[in-house]
């Protein structure tokens, strides 16, 4: 069936890079997003891919996208405080164009 | 403009009470989402609405879940005789269209059932 699988802790220093590594199950979705959650929020969406495209950055965020091994992350360039939060992945393959999210990864950026 | 609203942004009922959950999505959206997210099942897809119409309610939980959309914009969510298992946090989402554009959230529902 349908899954998407993400770590769920990561911790960070300041200033550094931050990769958040994701696996999806079906080879039909069309577009992969990552979305951010903040303590008592709702989702924000950080950016999608479409399945076409192997990489897409934008500004500190870039998306890798391995097709072949339904491999997605998400890097963040110079890691912030602000950037402290919960990132989820998800892949539009519902039978419905309902999002299928994966657990989340707590992002922990340290001073 | 306005993004994807929701009301109550926080609702503590008994159990056994009904509640009714209520989405405004963004003006011009044809499409809406409910989706779930607790602890223990993180973030599952409920019901979808293309205009007025759910084309398939096999995502609601139980028979005491039910949802409705008029005028093609507002939705609302009502669960009957609920349960300390619906507690959780409700997501309201729309977007554009079913297929092609992006979903955006609205800030939840946190529901909490004593």
């Known amino acids: 069936g349908e899954d998407v699988e993400q770590s769920l802790f990561l911790s960070v220093r300041e200033g550094d890079s931050s990769v958040i590594n994701c696996t999806y199950t079906d080879s039909s979705s069309t577009y992969l997003y990552w979305y951010k959650q903040e303590p008592g929020a709702g989702l924000q969406l950080l950016t999608y891919?479409?399945?076409?495209?192997d990489m897409k950055q934008d500004q500190r965020l870039t998306v890798l996208l391995n097709k072949k091994d339904k491999h997605l992350s998400l890097r963040i360039a110079d890691t912030q405080t602000g950037d402290s939060a919960i990132y989820f992945c998800?892949?539009?393959?519902?039978?419905?164009?309902?999002?299928?999210f994966g657990k989340g990864t707590k992002l922990s950026v340290k001073p | 403009g306005a993004g994807v609203s929701q009301s109550p942004s926080n609702k503590v009922t008994e159990k056994g009470k009904d509640v009714e959950l209520r989405c405004d999505p963004i003006s011009g959206h044809t499409a809406l989402y409910w989706y779930r997210q607790s602890l223990g099942q993180g973030l599952e897809f409920l019901i979808y609405?293309?205009?007025?119409?759910?084309?398939?309610k096999s995502g609601l939980p139980s028979d005491r879940f039910s949802a409705e959309r008029t005028g093609g914009s507002v939705s609302t969510l009502t669960i009957q005789r609920t349960q300390q298992e619906d507690s959780a946090v409700y997501l309201c989402?729309?977007?554009?269209?079913?297929?092609?554009?992006?979903?955006?959230f609205g800030p939840g529902t946190r529901l909490t059932v004593l």
């Open positions: 989402a729309s977007s554009l269209s079913r297929d092609t554009d992006t979903q955006y």
């Open positions: 998800a892949e539009k393959g519902g039978s419905q164009g309902n999002l299928i």
């Open positions: 609405f293309q205009g007025n119409s759910a084309p398939d």
């Open positions: 891919i479409f399945s076409n495209m």
